[in-house]
């Protein structure tokens, strides 16, 4: 803090959503600004209560918390006005003006496409959507009469809050592995998802970001088609604890054990200053709801030393449990 980027280092679903609600209580976040779309479902629990959020940002369940949506993104209206409902929040959200659209019909497309359905697709059509504004045909957030109340000039109220000191996150969606850059092509989302990227899409400059925690699940999901390297039949992830299925799509989630070499590459991409590690409980299951490092046995410190070792950064967060504060804070 007080500019911090928070970003996935596989393929999605690493716990972000966890980690940026637990920051926006613990950090008293002014300022948290939502990138990409409506594919991406970040969970957080809070006081026994699960919300799957695709448009609406993680730190809503910070009271006094601004939550903007970036330039960048791409604004599915009738999920963000329900959203909106569902958390109460319609009075501290903003919309950049120049958000892009994603109308029913994307949804269509991405559906009927045979070569999208092959990558296994969400089907909520952001592919389509991100076509057309590049061919400068999309709908942006000034066209959309119920989005009026909410328009405002993202980059400028963000760069005035860090200016002020306040406490801001940006919120990345999915993971580097999924980036049409540096994820495993063809099989990747439609846009980057580097903290880089992150950045761009709210308008803040690379000068102007302090920390950037890159968010490791204890073990690797990923859903749709695509490698994954160490791959567990369903069988055996079940066995392990380790079968999901989509927080967005339902669909299951396909799994496999950590992987060094890969999380390395993430933090590298990524330019990650600090690391948060999630689902620790899934994996060494003596470590659920524990609030103190000393508390975690000597295979878990030993697996985060491990990841500390590779990445060369911190483990500054561990989470243990799935609500928002079942964590493990080790930041001084
Ligand atoms: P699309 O982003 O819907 O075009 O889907 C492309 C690929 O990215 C598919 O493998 C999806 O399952 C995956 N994907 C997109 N968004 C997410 C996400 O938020 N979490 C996990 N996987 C995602
Ligand atoms: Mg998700």
């Keep these: 803090m007080p500019c911090t980027v928070i970003a996935g280092a596989f393929w999605g679903d690493e716990g972000k959503g966890k980690i940026i609600s637990y920051l926006a209580l613990k950090d008293k976040l002014d300022v948290c600004v939502r990138t990409g779309s409506v594919n991406a479902a970040h969970t957080v629990w809070i006081q026994g209560k699960r919300y799957a959020l695709h448009m609406v940002p993680a730190a809503f369940v910070q009271e006094k918390c601004r939550l903007l949506i970036g330039a960048g993104s791409n604004v599915h209206v009738p999920q963000l ?7 109460q929040t319609g009075n501290r959200i903003g919309v950049d003006f120049q958000a892009s659209i994603i109308e029913e019909k994307h949804s269509s497309q991405d559906k009927s496409s045979a070569h999208l359905k092959g990558l296994g697709t969400t089907g909520w059509g952001v592919g389509p959507a991100v076509e057309e504004r590049v061919r400068r045909t999309a709908k942006t957030a000034r066209d959309i009469p119920e989005l009026k109340t909410y328009l405002v000039d993202v980059a400028t109220e963000t760069n005035n809050a860090i200016n002020a000191d306040k406490q801001v996150l940006l919120e990345g ?17 439609s846009r ?12 803040v400059g690379p000068t102007r970001i302090d920390d950037v925690i890159v968010v490791f699940k204890a073990f690797i999901t990923r859903v749709g088609t695509g490698p ?6 369903k069988e055996e992830a079940t066995k392990r604890g380790w079968f999901e299925t989509a927080a967005g ?3 299951d989630r396909r799994s496999a054990p950590f992987n060094f070499e890969l999380a390395k590459k993430a933090a590298m991409i990524h330019g990650a200053t600090e690391a948060a590690v999630t689902k620790l409980d899934s994996v060494f299951p003596e470590s659920k709801g524990a609030k103190a490092y000393e508390e975690l046995s000597r295979e878990a410190k030993q697996f985060i030393q491990k990841i500390e070792d590779e990445t060369t950064i911190p483990v500054a967060l561990v989470g ?4 928002a504060l079942d964590i493990i804070d080790r930041r001084t």
Excluded: F, M, W
């Design 192 to 203: 980057d998802t580097s903290a880089s990227a992150i950045c761009s899409e709210a308008g």
């Design 228 to 233: 994954l390297p160490g791959e567990l039949t």
């Design 320 to 323: 243990t449990g799935p609500d």
């Design 173 to 189: 969606t999915q993971g580097l592995l999924l980036s049409l850059y540096y994820g495993t092509y063809p099989y990747v989302t």
């Design 81 to 87: 006005l329900k959203e909106i409902q569902e958390t």
């Design 249 to 251: 799509t339902g669909r």
